[in-house]
């Protein structure tokens, strides 16, 4: 639970909403840059600020991360203030030009998205001609210039039986991969959402290729997102569940500065504006964030209400909880839920 001496640790700077892709997962509803994006001042600004408050990690995503001219620019003062720097791209623009630049960074990792195993699979949930061939080689690129690489998976009911020739690529590569679910926000659409059946199955798919295979071998983890409290299911996740972070240790900020603690929530979730609060003004600020920082076990709902980890769990993810219900504190994906009603369909 929160406490005074909390810090956000992980800052998360949705650098722009521009992106070349429209793919039809995309919980951001990316494509055209927000109304008066922030300014690489601003952006130095707010690192500054979160540099001060003892922030550890910084991840640049969008939208598409790369599409910003200064993105180096607001790396390298990232990088400057001391705080560690991680990218989320769709691959697309990764050329040796950037991968250049990319090196006198030192990212902690580079994240590049691949949606299939088959590149009709991927260049259909990307909505964009050969962009698996172009990830792909991204990735190699990066691999070659010694930066260390994820890749992720966006779990989905038009990708979910590729896993194993997913796999299957990536063994041996070097390459960390990390599976995580789409959930229906944005563009993504519910129809398109695994069952808690195939989600189950996924996270045993997860378990077992981290039990048969080496860190060296294939480097494989399950997000927040699949949890909690499984008496089968071991380890999935790297770390274990202690609830959302959103405000807890981790901030967010949209391209326009919009503040929330998630970049994945919804914008009734937007605490402030850069351009009138400081970050510190709002961290420090009691109500921020309250719906963790003052959570109650009453809050907790639907399958959620009763259970014994409620206090910790608090009802786990919470973006999931309502891209899936339309209410908070009442994850459906649950290890614990799944097991004892092992019908249960979402």
Known sequence: MFSKKNEPRFGLYELTLMCNMNCIHCGSSAGQKRINELTTEEWNKVTEQLADLNCKEITLLGGEPFLRKDWYDISKEIKDLGIKVTYMSNGFLINEKVITKLRKIEPKTVSVSIDGAKRETHDEIRQLKNSFDKCLEAISNLKKAGINTTVITSINKLNFHELPKLRHML???????????????????KDLLISSEEYYAAAIFIASSRKKYSQKELPIIGTHCFGYYSKI????????????????????IQSNGDIKGCLSLPSEFIEGNIRKNTIKELWKNPSFCSYNRDFKISDLKNNCI??????KCRGGCLGVSIGITGKSNGDPYCFKLIEENPSILV
């Open 233 to 252: 299911i071991h380890n999935p996740m790297v770390f274990p569940w202690n609830g959302c972070q959103a405000g807890i240790s981790t901030i967010g």
């Open 171 to 189: 063994l041996n590569k070097g390459i960390v991969w990390q599976l995580q679910i789409a959930i229906p926000l944005g563009r993504f659409k």
């Open 306 to 311: 009763g259970c014994k980890y409620g206090k």
